[in-house]
């Protein structure tokens, strides 16, 4: 096993529940670099997945990203891409990726249930909206044994185009400092 694959705090921790073995075979069995046709499903159905990014200092931060099904498209063998919607501007993902590309990727089908984690390197354009565009590096299920079996009873009003606005970009405390040109802007 490629030594670069586990640190040396998982390491400690496999060799003190003497998983080592374990996790060897399963990172040989079930990692991979490009996505298959099952992860493809998955990503491409999923209507929201969780990411995590952290800052030059290591500050993490993890974020729901949400939109219709088929908002992230698997682009390329190795690569997957998403477009971020407009949220509250503190753009704490988005920065995150400015300065620190490295990237962590949950998908969860509840109904399935299935997960599968991607890691790797975001870069970030404006096409006018910001895109992600991520390279994976290491594509790998997860265990479903304890995720719980849920629904999707109805997607958000605020996923895909023209989402009304949120009620908060009404208040006059956020209100009088929205962007000139976002469309909740009064006066």
Not at 75 to 98: A, I
Not at 158 to 176: D, L, R, S, T
């Amino acid at each position: 096993m490629d030594e670069a694959y586990y640190h040396d705090g998982m390491r400690e921790l496999q060799d003190r529940f003497d998983t080592r073995q374990l996790a060897d075979r399963l990172a040989e069995r079930l990692s991979r670099t490009a996505f298959s046709e099952e992860d493809r499903t998955l990503i491409e159905g999923a209507c929201f997945f969780f990411l995590a990014s952290a800052d030059t200092a290591g500050q993490p931060d993890c974020s729901y990203k949400g939109g219709l099904p088929g908002f992230v498209r698997v682009t390329g063998p190795s690569e997957l891409s998403f477009r971020s919607y407009d949220g509250n501007g503190m753009f704490r993902s988005l920065g995150n990726l400015q300065v620190n590309p490295r990237v962590g990727l949950l998908f969860i089908d509840f109904e399935k249930p299935r997960r599968l984690r991607v890691l790797g390197a975001a870069a970030l354009s404006f096409d006018p909206q910001p895109m992600v565009r991520v390279r994976a590096e290491q594509i790998f299920p997860n265990c479903p044994r304890y995720i719980h079996k849920m629904k999707v009873l109805e997607h958000s009003a605020y996923a895909g185009e023209n989402p009304p606005v949120p009620a908060w970009k009404k208040m006059p405390q956020f209100n009088e400092v929205l962007p000139r040109n976002d469309p909740a802007r009064q006066g």
